[in-house]
């Protein structure tokens, strides 16, 4: 599975953003999706994934309510709608893809796309 993400940018606290994660290769629906984010000299964090098969999507408390992942199944394309965000949502984001089971840890995730900056200034 490739994958390729875009959309980053820099904003102002309470700005909204979305992220795009353009997939292709294999069988995406047999995939969970997810977007992890890293912000420097942090762990790489989970933020949300999603099943594509169904659409069961799973977030991080850090992002519950403010975000939302979700997917177009016709163009492969996943998405990360962020809302009402804040200078800590800074980070490099990255979408990644999992033939395990919707989970937050990133060890299960086995393909990654590259990063995409995104900036929040207060």
């Known amino acids: 599975v490739q994958l390729q993400a875009s959309g980053g940018g820099s904003v102002q606290a309470g700005d909204s953003l979305r992220l795009s994660c353009a997939a292709s290769?294999?069988?995406?629906?047999?995939?969970?999706m997810g977007w992890f984010r890293q912000a420097p000299g942090k762990e790489r964090e989970f933020v949300a994934g999603?099943?594509?098969?169904?659409?069961?999507?799973r977030y991080s408390d850090a992002v519950k309510g403010r975000f939302t992942i979700s997917r177009d199944n016709a163009n492969n394309q996943l998405y990360l709608q962020m809302n009402s965000l804040k200078p800590e949502d800074t980070a490099v984001y990255y979408c990644a893809a999992s033939s395990r089971g919707l989970s937050s840890n990133r060890y299960n995730f086995d393909y990654w796309g590259q990063g995409t900056q995104v900036t929040v200034s207060s």
């Open positions: 290769g294999r069988t995406v629906g047999a995939y969970v």
């Open positions: 999603i099943r594509w098969s169904d659409g069961t999507t």
